[in-house]
């Protein structure tokens, strides 16, 4: 399994950017796609999740500015990113959880926590100038 992102640059607060999840080696029906971020000497958090029935969940820091959405046809993911803040500079990175072990309630709460995601990407760095 592999999982390579991209899409992150140098942004204006207040401008969008797209980052892409493309995965190989597995499918998005037994996969739950995560987004995380981390800034240095921080945890990593969740941003967002897409599970492969389609429900969508986001972190309250997010909501309504970020749009996750899945291209099964590219095998990709996508994390649509407006109304970009300062204070979502960091690395961005992709994962992905298999999801036979859980219920869709146990799977709402991926976007808590990083143990059930089992594969992780490289990382692309999103800056935010004010």
């Known amino acids: 399994v592999q999982l390579q992102a991209s899409g992150g640059g140098l942004v204006r607060a207040g401008g969008s950017l797209r980052l892409s999840c493309a995965a190989s080696?597995?499918?998005?029906?037994?996969?739950?796609i995560g987004w995380f971020r981390q800034v240095p000497g921080k945890e990593r958090e969740g941003v967002s999740c897409v599970s492969s029935n389609g429900n969508t969940y986001y972190a309250d820091s997010v909501q309504g500015r970020f749009t996750i959405s899945t291209d099964n046809a590219k095998n990709t993911v996508y994390l649509q990113m407006n109304s970009l803040e300062p204070g979502d500079t960091a690395v961005y990175y992709c994962?992905?959880?298999?999801?036979?072990?859980?219920?869709?309630?146990?799977?709402?709460?991926?976007?808590?926590?990083?143990?059930?995601?089992?594969?992780w990407g490289q990382g692309t760095q999103v800056t935010v100038s004010s």
């Open positions: 994962a992905a959880a298999l999801e036979s072990l859980y219920t869709e309630y146990e799977i709402s709460h991926f976007i808590y926590s990083t143990l059930p995601f089992d594969y």
């Open positions: 080696g597995l499918t998005f029906d037994d996969y739950t």
